[in-house]
């Protein structure tokens, strides 16, 4: 969320960043809403404070005729008081639905465009495999060796099912394991966050409004232990980035516990009610799958927050070089960066099948816009209480990675080269082979 203040002094520049960042919503009205919240709330703060006198009044006057007149006075401001209250509550709940579509302002340095065609390589890092014999997708090396079923799954689970089988499960699960012990290494807390989720935390991550198509409601409601309903609605995590920014909401923190460096490890869910028709085969967008996910919460500074948005990309590109995977590193457009977001990098990793590079990383810092949301703080050295910035990372995603993995180390035999990295949570095992599956 943007800060109105800076809003009213500045509303060419947040409707420039609209144009940028392909967002609807009307700054005008949004001003003209806020104008009459003011005038609102200066009117309410006016009214109590004559009730104060008022009730001072009441309590100081003796002469019982002149009390009954200020009663009957407070009475009628009473009146007026609760009708100025829930205009003052339908104003607010306007202006609220307004500014949480303001966008955030994007880097002078973000390509400018309407789509992904606008994007921007700026790395690229690792030769791309050259194969003397006829590739296999990932699909058919998984039926092949007995690693992933896709038929079954969607038979189980609907569209976008799959199961993962034998060596998969523990390439998948050593992934996990080798990012999280990667993640500790480089001092990051690490934390298994909740999925299932209150409103609150994904409109404080900015998930909500404008995402809502792309989160799993949960359909029956909760119950307390009396037996309560509990109205309020519960949603499926599509990263742990809400829950763990939720873990700091209405904290004011300390200058010194900054910057907070958090590692969440969750299953996700997603509708990809958005992307209806792209990537339907294999392991590529899915409902359901785990991710090890960086956040950091540091102080309000741009050169700071920066810094940290290039260690964590540089983190994710750790992982995939220790994985010997060909990958380039993307600066994303306005337009396809989304609205809470100041700059954004892409990673995205090669797939033999594809014969191009799909994303598998997503880093984004977005300075105060989550923070103002959730309410998280800190204390200058001034004694001053500022909005921190927050930022998040991909460490990693599985089982996407894994069609970069299976596919990128094919070998013409149709066994599967484990990557170096990975064989101390396989045994040391070096190949994925057929017989290792029966």
Request: proline share 4%.
């Amino acid at each position: 969320m943007l800060d109105i203040k800076f809003i009213r002094q500045n509303p060419g520049v947040v409707k420039k960043a609209c144009l940028e960042k392909q967002v609807k919503v009307d700054i005008d009205r949004l001003l003209r809403v806020d104008k009459i919240r003011q005038e609102l709330l200066r009117t309410l703060e006016d009214m109590r404070s004559q009730k104060n006198k008022a009730n001072e009044k009441i309590q100081k006057t003796k002469n019982n005729k002149k009390k009954k007149a200020i009663i009957s006075e407070m009475q009628e401001l009473n009146k007026n008081l609760d009708r100025i209250a829930i205009k003052f509550k339908e104003t607010d709940k306007k202006f609220q639905n307004l500014i949480l579509l303001a966008p955030n302002i994007p880097s002078e340095d973000s390509p400018v465009g309407p789509n992904e065609k606008f994007n921007k390589e700026i790395e690229k890092w690792g030769e791309i495999p050259n194969f003397d014999f006829e590739i296999k997708d990932h699909i058919q090396l998984g039926r092949d060796l007995d690693l992933i079923d896709i038929e079954a799954g969607t038979k189980t689970a609907g569209f976008r099912g799959y199961y993962l089988k034998n060596d998969a499960v523990l390439l998948h699960f050593a992934l996990i394991w080798y990012t999280i012990n990667k993640m500790k290494q480089k001092g990051f807390g690490l934390f298994v966050s909740p999925t299932l989720l209150r409103e609150f935390s994904l409109i404080g991550s900015g998930h909500f409004p404008t995402g809502r198509d792309e989160v799993y409601l949960i359909g029956n409601p909760n119950k307390l232990e009396n037996g309560k309903i509990i109205k309020e609605p519960t949603f499926l995590a599509g990263t742990s980035e809400p829950s763990l920014l939720a873990y700091y909401a209405d904290k004011v923190l300390n200058k010194g516990d900054l910057p907070i460096k958090m590692c969440g490890i969750s299953q996700c869910y997603r509708s990809e009610a958005g992307s209806y028709g792209k990537d339907t085969r294999g392991l590529y967008r899915l409902h359901e799958f785990m991710k090890v996910e960086q956040v950091v919460i540091c102080r309000a500074d741009m050169k700071e927050s920066n810094k940290w948005l290039e260690k964590m990309r540089k983190i994710s590109q750790e992982i995939l070089k220790d994985l010997k995977l060909p990958h380039r590193v993307i600066s994303i457009c306005t337009g396809d960066m989304g609205l809470g977001k100041y700059k954004m990098y892409d990673i995205e990793t090669w797939m033999p099948s594809r014969n191009t590079y799909g994303e598998t990383h997503s880093d984004s810092n977005l300075t105060t816009w989550q923070a103002r949301r959730l309410n998280i703080k800190y204390k200058t050295r001034e004694n001053k209480r500022e909005y921190v910035h927050t930022l998040n990372n991909t460490a990693i995603a599985s089982p996407r990675i894994l069609i970069a993995i299976l596919e990128c180390n094919q070998q013409k035999n149709g066994s599967i080269l484990i990557p170096e990295a990975l064989r101390p949570y396989l045994d040391n095992k070096k190949y994925i082979t057929r017989k290792d599956n029966k």
